[in-house]
């Protein structure tokens, strides 16, 4: 028997989910790149894995691995997928729930309107948390990219993100600064890139260049972390719509100390199964 798989997406960040709770997954590295080739594979941003739970506390837990078979700590388009794909496997019901990630326990609500809230926990700014070289914690840093100093803030949503705000988003170098970014010195385990643009106090724009993808039509854990590099400058209030490529998230934040709620999409595109 082949591997069978949901093809789905959030905003347009794109997954496939396998249900791994009877048996691993059992692909390496290189097969999952070839799986997530949109030539000679499926395509995804990220692979899902539908998994047991370790903690009691939580009903199911999930991995994900990145398009080049990389680890990935935390995916909030993704855990909004998992807990679709949960719901209408009857195994989870419209409402609260609490799954097992792979940074830790998430609490994630499944709406009647079929959106999904997930509280993302506490974002974490501290350079040894995020991991960052840095010498003390700070709103922004100057980092070196191709021999110019670039602007940057600094947080950990489960996984690194750098976000650097932008004037227009339609021209921010994101295929040029976000590789550089990702594998430069400052950042000893990679990091998400995110290049934002405030539109309002309510509302931002934002590209995001994901580890170990590449730019990708959204990110959830790199929406959280735009608000949350913003909101703590000052430049946005507690409620946020984050416009990204491929959709719309609400991002809710009160501040530091405090848990971070998204709540967007989540949704199917088709089932498959692979030839083994």
Known sequence: ????????????????????????????????????????????????????????????????????????????????????????????????????????????????????????????????????????????????????????????MGNPHAVIEVDDIANAPVAVLGPQIEHGDAFPQGCNVGFAQVLARDAIRLRVWERGVGETLACGSGACAAVAVLRRRGRVDADVRVHLPGGELDIHWNGDGEPLRMTGPAAFVFEGELDA
């Open 1 to 156: 028997m082949g591997l069978r798989f949901s093809k789905m997406h959030g905003a347009g960040n794109d997954f496939v989910v396998v249900d791994c709770r009877e048996h691993p997954l059992g692909l390496d590295a290189k097969q999952m790149r070839r799986l997530a080739d949109r030539h000679f594979g499926v395509g995804f941003d990220q692979l899902l894995t539908i998994e047991r739970a370790r903690d009691p506390a939580c009903a199911f837990a999930y991995g994900i691995w990145n398009a080049d078979g990389s680890l990935s700590g935390q995916c909030g388009n993704g855990l909004r997928c998992v807990a679709r794909w949960l719901e209408r496997a009857g195994l989870i019901g419209v409402g609260a729930t609490q799954l097992q990630s792979p940074s830790g326990t998430v609490a994630v609500e499944v709406l009647a309107d079929g959106r999904v809230g997930a509280d993302m926990g506490v974002p974490r700014f501290a350079p040894a948390d995020i991991p960052l070289r840095a010498d003390a914690q700070a709103d922004r840093y100057a980092i070196d990219v191709l021999g110019r100093k670039v602007d940057i803030g600094a947080v950990s």
